[in-house]
């Protein structure tokens, strides 16, 4: 069974770090581009970061640009978002995606079109 399963969510104060970890089970990442993407209550599901197949193209969102950084060890069958300098509007659910995307960005833009996706984890910044 092809799965996705997001961890390390949580309660944090403003300021403050969280690493998310997204794991693969039932196939290998190798060959996949994966994406974290948000969606705040009330909110549209919006792209934060994306990562190629091998590792070597990156895409941030704006908003999380200098804050975020995501990374993958196919070795774990896993990808990371570290977070850092969380906000208030920082939270929300969090998701992970995998998808045969070309290039990241394109990834990042297209959410609607991916059809592999984790159960989601929270993320709650508040003081």
């Known amino acids: 069974q092809v799965q996705l399963v997001e961890s390390g969510g949580g309660l944090v104060p403003p300021g403050e770090s969280l690493r998310l970890s997204c794991a693969a089970s039932?196939?290998?990442?190798?060959?996949?581009?994966i994406g974290w993407f948000r969606q705040a209550p009330g909110k549209e599901r919006e792209g934060v970061s994306c990562?190629?197949?091998?590792?070597?193209?990156?895409y941030y969102a704006d908003s999380v640009k200098g804050r975020f950084t995501i990374s993958r060890d196919n070795a774990k069958n896993t990808v990371y978002l570290e977070m850092n300098s969380l906000k208030p509007e920082d939270t929300a659910y969090y998701y992970c995606?995998?998808?045969?995307?070309?290039?990241?960005?394109?990834?990042?833009?297209?959410?609607?079109?991916?059809?592999?996706w984790g159960q989601g984890t929270l993320v709650a910044v508040s003081s």
């Open positions: 995606a995998a998808d045969l995307a070309e290039t990241v960005q394109t990834m990042c833009a297209s959410w609607r079109s991916l059809e592999v």
């Open positions: 990562i190629s197949s091998s590792g070597g193209s990156t």
């Open positions: 039932g196939f290998t990442l190798d060959y996949y581009a």
